[in-house]
């Protein structure tokens, strides 16, 4: 009898919760419908109801979105889906609601959501993120928040590549890009991409710009940009220089990305781009000539280095105390590759680098690129060591 009781308690407890948060979330919503300027009431909320379904299917159709940058916004938009299905775990109770819409001039409303784990009980918010919506006589379209950002950031031009930043810009850093761009281009034989390029602090500073309000997964990221995602890029710390990925852009026009060998991908991107992070000390991007005379730095003073283990051994991690000095993200097992790459390049031209990110991926990377170089420079794991040095001491 007394389970019984304790039982209907309990039922009576979860009724009366559930009861609480629907009036919570009228109250919210009349709260909303009644502010100032909100005049296309419940026909937004009927389109933040479908949004939400559409969010956690992930089923983002191209006629809810608006705007001339509709195929970056539906990437983002997208993108925030894929993040609500990351956090969708078999142990989890997620929870997306609207926690505020407000207007904004030109019929828009900022509409802001909250994802939230209820089985996660010390650390249960996951997200909070903003998603513009944009109203007209038919239908509400929705859209990323880039543009209500930055709609009056500066914005100049070099090449095909349009940079927006907020105070000043280092010219010559965006003339090389924008170069760089051309070249990459030249030799994959496509047209150079316009490109727009958002200069930011850091990676936490992208994220607002992408609608991220909080997300627990990026906390303590700092040293990364974005990019390219439908021709935009943000920048590595403030710098001009994204030429690292816009490498593994174009490579990925011609290869299928899922089955390129990375070793390659990475040495020529060292290569022809630069080693994506910036040296800690001056904030330049470090490139291969500076990374080449460090290491050749480094093999005198630890003359019993084995370049073969080294190259393995710090490929995917930098394991060795060679460039700490710069930076805690610099390889130099991607060095390494990028001279045995540069050395096909110059022997075999674009046919070269081609059998190189063709090469695969079976059983691993390492493997595919050790058949391709010995087949095409005559370097197997016996002779890496003498014939590397060689290249590294005649670089």
Known sequence: MKN?????IFFLFLISNHNSLIAQENNMKEKILSSYGFVHGEKVFNAIDDLIVHLKSGEIKENMIYGKEKS??????????????????????????????????????????????????????????????????NSIQF??????????????????????????????????????????????????????????????????????????????????????LENVIFSVMNNEDFSHDLFHFYANTVHEKATSNWVAHEGLAYSWGNAYYTNINNGEMADQKELVEELKQYLEKNPDT?????????????????YTHLAPDFKAGRLIASILCDAIYKKHGMEGVHQLIASGRSPNHFDPFYEIIDDLLGITKKNFHKKVKKLIDNY
Request: glycine share 2%; no cysteine.
């Open 72 to 137: 970056f916004s539906l990437n983002q938009i997208n993108s925030i889906s894929k993040s609500i299905e990351y956090y969708n775990t078999d142990t989890s109770e997620i929870e997306l609601k609207l926690l505020n819409a407000f207007p904004f001039p030109n019929n828009r409303y900022k509409l802001q959501f909250s994802l939230t784990d209820k089985k996660d009980i010390e650390n249960p918010l996951k997200m909070i993120f903003e998603i513009m919506a944009h109203a007209n006589d």
């Open 143 to 228: 859209s990323s928040i880039l543009d209500y950002h930055t709609s009056f950031w500066r914005t100049k031009k070099y090449g095909h590549v349009t940079y927006y930043y907020r105070e000043k810009i280092n010219e010559d850093r965006a003339q090389s890009f924008a170069q760089k761009n051309v070249m990459l281009a030249t030799r994959f034989k496509k047209e150079p991409v316009a490109l727009n390029f958002y200069m930011v602090e850091n990676y936490q500073e992208i994220l607002p710009l992408l609608g991220y309000v909080y997300d627990e997964s990026s906390i303590g990221k700092i040293r990364d940009g974005l990019g390219v």
């Open 306 to 322: 084995d370049l073969l283990e080294l190259f393995e051994n710090n490929f995917w991690k930098p394991k060795d105390d060679i």
């Open 4 to 8: 019984k009781i304790r039982l209907f």
